[in-house]
């Protein structure tokens, strides 16, 4: 079946503006989470849904950044004000309950939005 | 919070050597352990997982890695390198518990296969 896509794969804008990353997930995943990848390092966490809301999002950087998820499905990413330091690849992922604990639950990723403030 | 060290950002192997890709965890608790393969372009993808059955685990590709609490390590190897496995490597970590769903990445590793 389709896996986790995003869109836009490339968002180029300029400081101060303002952008949307959307995250499509597997099909009947409920959880659903998002993070950051930094050029050389790994991907950090940002947030985590569970459904529709938001379980966990200590991992956002500042109050710039806001993520939603109204349907318990598709989710939107929000960053307002972009700073030059926003730059990188934001990946989305996805899990369904095993049965066991959540940390045996594999996320499947998306291919990222690779984001650039200039 | 968990943390993993992999030691190398750099790995080149000859086609048909083995590949050992280091990682260690910070956690006196043994966390679940996991290693993920970024192709360019692409998703990250799950080789194995470690959640709390055999030390040694076998993933996909020919991969495999073992659980060493002693030395905190969960090394990532393969027998034979291919040329399909270039790319990069993530070890990666999260806490049992009820922030499990949390996995915090290590730096990566880029191997290069030569010919």
């Known amino acids: 079946g389709a896996g986790v896509s995003q869109t836009p794969s490339n968002k180029v804008t300029e400081k101060g503006k303002y952008v949307e990353l959307r995250c499509d997930p597997i099909s009947g995943h409920t959880a659903l989470y998002w993070y950051r990848q930094s050029l050389g390092q790994g991907p950090e966490f940002l947030i985590y849904?569970?459904?529709?809301?938001?379980?966990?999002d200590s991992g956002l950087p500042n109050d710039r950044f806001f993520a939603v998820r109204p349907e318990g499905s598709v989710s939107t990413l929000k960053i307002q004000r972009t700073e030059r330091g926003d730059s990188a690849v934001y990946l989305c992922?996805?899990?369904?309950?095993?049965?066991?604990?959540?940390?045996?639950?594999?996320?499947?990723f998306g291919p990222g939005t690779r984001l650039t403030v200039l | 919070a968990q943390s993993v060290t992999q030691l190398g950002s750099h790995v080149s192997v000859s086609e048909g050597a083995l590949v050992l890709l280091r990682c260690n965890y910070s956690?006196?608790?043994?966390?679940?352990l996991f290693w993920y393969v970024q192709y360019p372009n692409q998703g990250l993808q799950l080789l194995l997982k470690?959640?709390?059955?055999?030390?040694l685990v076998k993933g996909i590709n020919g991969f495999e890695a073992e659980f060493k609490k002693s030395e905190t390590s969960f090394h990532l190897t393969k027998p034979s390198a291919h040329m399909s496995d270039a790319a990069e490597y993530f070890c990666a970590v999260s806490d049992r518990g009820s922030n499990d769903y949390k996995l915090s990445f290590g730096a990566g590793t880029t191997v290069t296969v030569r010919a």
């Open positions: 956690s006196s608790v043994p966390p679940y």
């Open positions: 992922a996805s899990s369904s309950p095993s049965g066991g604990d959540g940390g045996t639950d594999t996320q499947y």
């Open positions: 849904f569970q459904g529709t809301g938001a379980a966990d």
């Open positions: 470690y959640t709390s059955a055999a030390t």
